[in-house]
């Protein structure tokens, strides 16, 4: 596609239940980055990828969430056993040229 | 922690020139300075970015200090629709963890 593509682009769940986030990248774009954003904050990174090897996890909040890219491509971000304070929107993005592309993000909302 | 620090908001005029500061002391000789902005609960939107010269783009202006240690971004003509929250990052060579910090709020008033 022409941009970066998330889905679900809205995601509601019961507490405990996992999810997984999907993003699909620019095609040939190598290094993906995943970013959590609560309301009024700013992107906080979550963890990134170039091509199928993960770098820097180090923003992962605990070992509930986890990601992958196996193919190097398209990644997905899982979130097992999911909290209240899990519920936030979840950002992909991925580079290009001299830029970072955003996806429109997944809104995940944990009842 | 983000490696830029802004301040939280500044408003601006419609028609006039917004100057958005953006503080970046630790930089080190490779890493670029990028801007982006985020309207609403859209994805961020690239800007622009530079090393060491001033930029311009049909956006805006990236005028970075000679020690490089801080950074202007200025929208010479504000809009009602440049009201957004506009973040300044600093990248390496390899992008590597990209931060970012809670950004400026500007709010463009009629």
């Known amino acids: 596609g022409a941009g970066v593509s998330q889905s679900p682009r809205y995601k509601v769940t019961k507490r405990g239940q996992d999810v997984a986030l999907r993003c699909d990248p620019i095609s040939g774009h190598v290094s993906l980055y995943w970013y959590r954003q609560a309301l009024g904050q700013g992107p906080e990174f979550l963890t990134y990828?170039?091509?199928?090897?993960?770098?820097?996890k180090s923003g992962l909040p605990n070992d509930r969430f986890s990601a992958e890219r196996p193919e190097g491509s398209i990644s997905t971000l899982t979130i097992q056993r999911t909290e209240q304070r899990d519920s936030a929107m979840y950002r992909c993005?991925?580079?290009?040229?001299?830029?970072?592309?955003f996806g429109e993000g997944s809104r995940l909302t944990v009842l | 922690d983000a490696k830029t620090t802004q301040p939280t908001s500044m408003d601006c005029a419609e028609g006039r020139a917004a100057n958005l500061p953006c503080n970046h002391s630790?930089?080190?000789?490779?890493?670029?300075v990028y801007w982006y902005r985020q309207i609403h609960s859209q994805g961020p939107q690239y800007i622009i970015h530079?090393?060491?010269n001033n930029e311009t783009n049909e956006m805006a202006s990236l005028i970075i200090t000679e020690d490089r240690k801080s950074s202007t971004l200025i929208l010479p003509h504000a809009t009602l629709r440049d009201t957004a929250v506009y973040y300044c990052i600093v990248r390496g060579d390899s992008w590597g963890k990209l931060q970012f910090g809670a950004g400026t709020q500007v709010v463009v008033t009629p």
């Open positions: 990828f170039n091509y199928e090897a993960q770098q820097d």
């Open positions: 993005a991925s580079v290009g040229t001299g830029e970072l592309f």
């Open positions: 630790t930089i080190s000789g490779n890493e670029y």
């Open positions: 530079g090393l060491k």
